[in-house]
Each structure stands twice: as C-alpha cells, then as structure tokens.
C-alpha cells in the first residue's frame, strides 16, 4: 500500500465527516492500527475515500480499497452505504487494498485442510460476489485453479462451495477470461479424478445413520455441483471423456454408474437427486457416438434387472436438447447457483443486496422472454407447416390437428372428454400417429366420462407398437413431473 503525500493524522475527527446523522465504528488497516470513524450514509466511494485518507492510504482508480465487515477469513465485503451504516458498533471494519483481499483469501484456501476447505472457499465467494474487478483478480492470480483444486479436498460441503465459486467467477466474467484460462489448462484441471469427487458429492453413498435408524441432518442439494458440472460437459466437450473414466471408477476410484442409474428410482423425497441422475447420463449420452454408445450400454446393463428403468433409458427421447436453450439455461443456472450459496454465507439483507437480488430476477426474467420468442417463433412455423402436412392414415387426426397446433390443446372442446389421443388409441394403427398426437396432448393419462384413459383403450386391441408408444409417453411426462418438482424445492 502506497501513503499519500499528505500531513500525518493521528485521528479523524467528526469534522471530517458532514451528516446530520452519523454511526460510529472501529476501522482497522492490514498492519493491525484502529481509527474510530464516523459514517454519516454518503454514498460508499465517498465514505472508503475518507478511510484511506484516515490511514494515509492513496485511493483512486488504480487504488481500490474495499471495506469487509469484520476481520476474518469469511468477513463479507461492504457493498452497500446502507449495509455499512447497519453494521453493529461492536463490529470492527477492516480497510483492504482490493487485490491484496483477493490473494489472503486464495492463500487461505490454499493452506486450508478439512472442514476448513469450505469456510475459506465461502470467503472468496463474499468477495467476488457481483464484483466484476475482484473477478478478474482471481482469474489473474491463477485463482481458477485453486478453486478447483479445492473441490477435491474439502469432502461434498468442499465441492459445493467450490463450484459455487466458480459459478460466480463465470457470472462476473465480462470478457470470457475463465473460459479462455480453462481451455489452455483442460487437461490439468477437469481430471478423472476431479469428476469423480463432484460425482461422490451428487450421489453420495447411503447415510449409515439413516439406515441405523437415526434421521440424519437434513442437508442442501448440491446445486452447484449438479450445474457446473453439466456446464463443464457442455461447453468443454472434451472432458465429458475424464467424466465418463471417473464414473465408471477408473484410476482406482469407486464406479458411480451403479449409483446414477439408482437414483433414477429415487422416491420423491430425493427428487433432486432423480434429476441430477438424468441430466448427468443426458449430457454424457449427447457426446460424440462411440462415447455416448458405451454411456448407454454401461447404464442398461446396470438397469436391466428394473423394467421401468430399463425402458426410460432406451427411450432417447428425454436425451435430446437444443444446445442453445441448454447454454441459456445453464448461465441462469450457475448464476442461480451462486444467489443461493451468496444468501448463506452472507449476513442479513440490507437494501444494497435487495438490489443485487433484484438484478438477478431482472435477468431471469430477460431470459424468460428470450424463450418465448423462440417459442412464439417456433410456434409460427409449426403453423405454416400444417398445411402442407397430411396423415393418410387417419383423416380425423388430420382435420383436428390443425386447431390444437394453432390454439393449443386445451383450446378444444372434447365431448364427455374423450380427447384426440383416446380415439387414436382406439382406431389408429399407426404407433407415429400416437406419438405425434400424443406430445401435443398436456395429459396423456387423461380419463375420460367412462373413466378410460388412453392406454386402457390400446390395451383392449392386441397392438403392441401403439401401447409401445403410449407407455412410453406416460413415462416422459412422469418423469418430466418430476424435473419440475425437483426445480421448486
């Protein structure tokens, strides 16, 4: 820290400080000396320029001081003029050159070991929050690695808050600066070995309390881990190679394929858990085809004692996605993410992190315009194409799919509710008819006045591909309700 050329201060006094209403707290520099400092609710810049001018310290553009609440290695960053005037009086602040900040709390979780791994890695994620200049410092001071590296150390509660980190570093990252570091450093860092710990920490081996008849401590999802660890197989295809070695327990590691394809049967308590399961296998599963191909015979194989698990993995209809969508998703996610482990290692709101909060909802709300213009696209050009559509086999299903496309199939009303779907059933031979009919319908178990549902009327005629394609509907929607569970909890 470089001092100013001004005359030496042994304190401040209230003149230095104009307000009608001030709050008094303890000030200390990183050499260990306290000013008592009046603060009278100026704007933050105003109010971090009179400290450094209390401790001698040169402030400017290059000179960016921050205040933390506190002294210690998780001690959040003051963000707010309304934050620093609700800190308590007997809380001491400290007055920190920004990039001197960054590297005590890299160097922390650096030495740190066990449980501690977590706490420091909380700390980082303090400072970095919303800080697009702390960001960048981290970048800059190989700060990317140390925070994967300390993914593998700190056990699931580690991992989490690792990638929690890492979801905030991508969030602040104006100029692609992570992405750029991670694809010259791919090789040493997104490892077998890494993998297998995000893996161990999204499906963690049974709590043996639980099974000893103790209700274990109810714990978070590991939301982090889930996201960043498909938005790695995402946008570095390459290591989705290092994911499958480690979850098939290569390098001396335990398989996790076993406990993949057994959360897909995970009861509702562990709905979260189901998902993660889906989303791992769908993300690895779209990789290139010879990867993809042993996915999906080391999952059947393990799946094939469970029929319904069996059948949900060979119907590759719930593996597809949209890239773009899936790219627009992740980057609300990862951001999400970062909100969530942000309000837990922070202290209460004030209004400054109201706002900070407020501006991730105005960006999820952008987003969610974004997809119904892609949707209200999508939807003009499937209702252009309906008229150059025909379905030769069945001329009913023809004339009445023109009014669902164009106005949605709850628009139609069904007489004594018996719907396109139960008549296709019925009638139609043809099992890509079924399924055509059926993705349009928003309930394919829907029963009608005679308490039928569609598969009962399949079931009454010996044709096998029509009851195929119905089971296999029944079985998409169910688990899409269960996705949509998972993401309200």
């Known amino acids: 820290m470089a001092p100013s050329s001004s005359s030496p201060r042994s304190t401040v006094t209230q003149d230095d400080f104009l307000g009608e209403e001030e709050t008094k707290l303890t000030v200390r520099n990183e050499s260990g000396d306290e000013r008592r400092i009046a603060f009278d609710g100026r704007p933050l810049d ?3 320029d009179h400290v450094c001018k209390a401790f001698r310290l040169k402030c400017g553009e290059e000179d960016y001081y921050v205040l933390t609440q506190g002294t210690g290695p998780a001690s959040p960053v003051v963000r707010s003029e309304a934050q620093l005037m609700a800190t308590p009086s007997r809380v001491v602040l400290q007055i ?9 709390r ?33 970048i800059r001071c190989n700060g990317i ?29 104006k100029d692609s600066k992570a992405i750029s570091w991670l694809e010259d450093h791919q ?13 161990m920490a999204l499906f963690p081996m049974p709590d043996l309390s639980t099974a000893s008849g103790k209700k274990a401590a109810p714990t978070a999802p590991p939301r982090s881990v889930l996201f960043t660890l498909t938005y790695f197989m995402q946008v570095f295809p390459a290591s989705a190679t290092a994911a499958h070695d480690a979850a098939m327990g290569r390098e001396g590691s335990v398989p996790i394929y076993p406990r993949i394809v057994e959360a897909l049967d995970s009861d509702d308590a562990e709905e979260f858990k189901a998902s993660a399961a889906i989303a791992v296998l769908a993300f690895l599963s779209s990789r290139e085809e010879s990867l993809s191909k042993q996915v999906e015979k080391e999952a059947l194989e393990l799946a094939c004692e469970d029929g319904e ?3 949900l993995l060979k ?22 993410c970062a909100d969530l482990a942000i309000a837990n290692a922070s202290s209460p709101s004030t209004s400054g992190e109201v706002r900070a909060l407020e501006g991730r909802v105005q960006h999820l709300e952008e987003s969610n315009e974004k997809m119904k213009d892609d949707m209200r696209l999508r939807h003009r050009v499937m ?19 023109d009014g669902i496309i164009r106005f949605g199939w709850d628009s139609v009303h069904w007489k004594r509710n018996y719907n396109l779907l139960h008549y296709a059933a019925e009638c139609v031979d043809d099992p890509g008819v079924i399924e055509l009919v059926g993705l349009l319908a928003t309930n394919v178990d829907q029963r009608d006045d005679n308490g039928m549902r569609p598969i009962d009327y399949a079931r009454q005629h010996p044709r096998q591909g029509v009851i195929r394609a119905i089971e296999k509907l029944r079985k998409t929607q169910r688990m899409q309700r269960k996705c949509k569970n998972a993401a309200k909890q």
């Not at 690695?145 to 991992?159: C, F, I, S, Y």
């Open 46 to 48: 105003v109010e971090i």
């Open 96 to 104: 920190h050159r920004f990039d001197t900040l960054v590297r005590q």
């Open 106 to 138: 890299l160097n922390r979780i650096t030495t740190a070991g066990g449980g501690d791994v977590a706490h420091c890695l909380r700390g980082l994620l303090v400072v970095i929050s919303g800080d697009v200049r702390m960001t960048e410092e981290v």
């Open 145 to 173: 690695h140390v925070v994967l590296q300390a993914a593998t150390l700190g056990g699931a509660v580690g991992a989490e808050a690792a990638m929690a980190c890492y979801s905030e570093i991508v969030r602040n990252d």
């Open 187 to 199: 090789a040493e860092e997104l490892t077998t070995v890494f993998f297998t710990k995000l893996f």
């Open 309 to 311: 698990t069996e059948e």
């Open 315 to 336: 119907d590759t209809s719930i593996l597809e996605r949209h890239d773009r969508l899936v790219e627009e998703i992740l980057t609300v996610a990862v951001g999400t």
């Open 383 to 401: 209702c252009k194409m309906v008229n150059f559509m025909r379905v030769e086999s069945c001329p009913l299903v023809e004339q009445s799919l």
